[in-house]
């Protein structure tokens, strides 16, 4: 128990009309310092006997457990009862934001939301307050009974739960074998254009030559969509930017294989290896998972935990029907390919970069680690002409541990974002909000900007 503001100038007050009244033998005076002193002392009592009082403050409801992915935010609303004045102290719980800070004595509705960043397992088991005492001189610290708990997952883990149902979805692999219409190697006319770098000089259309003056190049559909080839820089400043990058490989490769369109993955990971994920649609996907699984340490067990039973989704019933051996056996199925490459990146661009298939390129990196490796493929793809996109994280910062650090993390990003823009890619960040994917958890859909 302390004294507030007004108790200070009271006990100032209260010591100088003692001192008064002893220096001048006032009776009157004293009379008065003694009667103020029993309010004083009346105050005191009331501020150290009403917190200790069991069930004085309460909160109704006395618990919550909150499931989110981290970015995201829940809020809840209940009552606060207090029989004094209390002023919260959440200092020491960031994750925890009340709609006030201070409430009077009585009844009130209390609301808070619950938000973090980073992933783990968040606990309050009291609400740290402070209670003023009936005439505010003094305040004692309370802890409201409140347990609180909430625990934060990745970002990735909807995006695993929305691969999973895609798998349940396409069994055997069926979907993503559909032939579609694209130029490239083939047997079927389909235009002839100016002559790039890069072309094959075997389809050189001599008449077409002959009438422009140019080196016209005769090009043909081939079977098979245009392919979509993914380069994923695995490295990242921090886990909030390792997350967001691992989410939007899994929702490109997944949508992508939705949509019966080629996909590959070719992740740099550690500044020297590269592993390159390829084969049909459903293939891709299993590998993928996999490989953002092992690196975000995420679990089967943490998957078939959060499937939402609620949901009317077919493929999801089925999945918490069939339990945990259904996810081995998803998982396990991978089949493709998936190799280690010892070899530069030039080689493996090279060999992607084919001039005789229509592909386009996704870049996923945080711009500020592999600043060199990717500055060399966006160089190498502008070369070749191939269409390039790259998508970054538009908050390097958020990984910072200090202010320094922040704002050399931001210096760089901007640096390397101001470069990829120049070299004519095209430019995505990822967004802040959780797209509405399928197999969302419905816990995880209401998303904080």
């Known amino acids: 128990m302390k004294l507030t503001e007004r108790g200070k100038r009271y006990a100032a007050a209260l010591g100088l009309l003692l001192g008064a009244g002893v220096l001048f033998f006032d009776p009157y005076l004293l009379a008065l310092t003694a009667s103020l002193a029993v309010f004083f002392a009346y105050d005191a009592l009331d501020g ?24 995201n935010s829940r809020s809840f609303s209940g009552t606060l009862v207090s029989p004094r004045q209390v002023a919260l102290d959440l200092g020491s719980a960031p994750w925890f934001r009340a ?15 619950l938000s973090s960043e980073l992933a783990g397992t968040y606990r309050m088991e009291s609400l740290p307050a402070d209670a003023s005492s009936r005439y505010g001189l003094f305040t004692s610290r309370v802890g409201v009974p409140f347990d609180v708990r909430a625990r934060v997952y990745p970002r990735l883990i909807a995006a695993a739960i929305a691969a999973l149902e895609y798998l349940t979805r396409v069994g055997s692999g069926s979907e993503g074998e559909v032939e579609k219409e694209s130029l490239g190697p083939g047997l079927e006319y389909a235009e002839t254009r100016e002559y790039l770098p890069g072309d094959n000089l075997r389809r050189v259309d001599w008449k077409a030559t002959a009438r422009s003056s140019s080196l016209m190049i005769k090009h043909y559909y081939s079977e098979g969509g245009g392919a979509v080839h993914v380069i994923y820089f695995v490295e990242a400043p921090g886990h909030i930017t390792h997350d967001e990058l691992a989410t939007q490989l899994l929702d490109l490769v997944v949508s992508s294989a939705a949509r019966v369109t080629p996909v590959s993955v070719t992740a740099y990971e550690r500044g020297t290896r590269l592993t390159t994920i390829e084969g049909k649609g459903w293939q891709v996907v299993i590998n993928t998972l996999n490989l953002v699984m092992a690196e975000s340490r995420i679990t089967y067990d943490d998957l078939y935990s959060l499937l939402d039973v609620s949901s009317l989704s077919r493929e999801r019933r089925e999945l918490v029907a069939a339990g ?13 390919k998936r190799q280690a490459l010892v070899s530069d990146v030039r080689g493996v661009v090279a060999r992607l970069a ?71 890619c095209l430019v995505g960040a990822i967004p802040l909000k959780l797209p509405r994917m399928r197999g969302i958890p419905s816990w995880a859909v209401p998303a904080a900007a």
């Open 324 to 336: 945990k051996g259904r996810f081995a056996e998803l998982l396990g199925r991978a089949g493709g």
């Open 99 to 113: 709609e006030r800070s201070s409430y009077p004595a009585g009844t009130w509705p209390f609301a808070f939301t």
């Open 354 to 424: 084919s001039p005789d298939v229509q592909s386009s390129f996704i870049l996923l990196s945080s711009l500020v680690s592999n600043r060199d490796v990717l500055a060399e493929i966006i160089e190498d793809l502008r070369l070749r002409r191939a269409e390039t996109t790259v998508v970054y994280p538009p908050r390097p910062w958020k990984d910072a541990s200090n202010l320094g650090e922040a704002y050399t993390l931001q210096a760089s990003h901007e640096k390397m974002l101001a470069f990829v823009e120049k070299s004519g």
């Open 48 to 71: 150290y006997v009403v917190p200790r009082r069991k069930g004085a403050f309460r909160l109704d409801p006395a618990a919550v457990d909150a499931r989110m992915l981290r970015g």
